[in-house]
């Protein structure tokens, strides 16, 4: 089982700014992509982005605009970049193997003035 680990998340005011990584072992990311989640307090886990192997991305309606996915392949890492943040961002967010059942710790993301 290869594990993802996810680190960068923090405290953060409205409108602010966060990057995301995802690091992953070996060539993870260039043959299964990744996807992003969510889960904000008392609420169901929620897709946020996935990036396929080809390298696009696909969003969801929530984050499209504000949010980027990219990827360093010479570091094994994903970024979900986070711009113009919302208190409703506020979440814990998961990287994880598309179709995969394993979840790591996740990061916290708080918005908050």
């Known amino acids: 089982q290869v594990q993802l680990v996810e680190s960068g998340g923090g405290l953060v005011q409205p409108g602010g700014s966060l990057r995301l990584s995802c690091v992953a072992s070996?060539?993870?990311?260039?043959?299964?992509?990744v996807t992003w989640y969510r889960q904000a307090p008392g609420k169901e886990r929620e897709y946020v982005a996935r990036?396929?192997?080809?390298?696009?991305?696909d969003y969801a309606d929530s984050v499209k605009g504000r949010f980027t996915v990219s990827r360093d392949d010479a570091k094994n890492t994903v970024y979900l970049q986070m711009d113009s943040l919302k208190a409703e961002d506020t979440a814990v967010y998961y990287c994880?193997?598309?179709?995969?059942?394993?979840w790591g710790q996740g990061t916290q993301v708080i918005v908050s003035s």
């Open positions: 070996g060539n993870f990311f260039s043959i299964y992509g």
């Open positions: 990036m396929f192997t080809s390298g696009g991305v």
């Open positions: 994880k193997k598309p179709g995969g059942t394993t």
